[in-house]
């Protein structure tokens, strides 16, 4: 599975974003998809992640309510909807894949996407 991740810029405060992740490659509706930030001098962090199918998705608690993950399987597409965006949601985002929902470690990886929130 190839990934690519795009839909990153420049934002102000409270503002929304939309990213698609997509992918080619594999049977995408096989895969769940999740997204991850890294912000600079911090640790890559968990942001969402959707089941194969779409049923099941999850959130870390700091985007909760705030962003929403969906996918598109006829496009082998996922999107992370950012809405209310603050300036510490500004990272680098990637998505990625495994056959497993809520992996422990993905398989495959896209190349990120710069997300700035300005206050």
């Known amino acids: 599975v190839q990934l690519q991740a795009s839909g990153g810029g420049l934002v102000q405060a409270g503002g929304s974003l939309r990213l698609p992740c997509a992918a080619s490659?594999?049977?995408?509706?096989?895969?769940?998809v999740a997204w991850f930030r890294q912000a600079p001098g911090k640790e890559r962090e968990f942001v969402a992640t959707i089941s194969s199918r779409g049923a099941i998705t999850y959130y870390a608690d700091s985007v909760k309510g705030r962003f929403t993950i969906s996918r598109d399987n006829a496009k082998n597409t996922v999107y992370l909807q950012m809405n209310s965006l603050k300036p510490e949601d500004t990272a680098n985002y990637y998505c990625?894949?495994?056959?497993?929902?809520?992996?422990?470690?993905?398989?495959?990886w896209g190349q990120g996407t710069q997300v700035t929130v300005s206050s």
């Open positions: 990625a894949a495994d056959i497993v929902f809520r992996a422990s470690k993905y398989d495959y």
């Open positions: 490659g594999r049977t995408f509706s096989a895969y769940a």
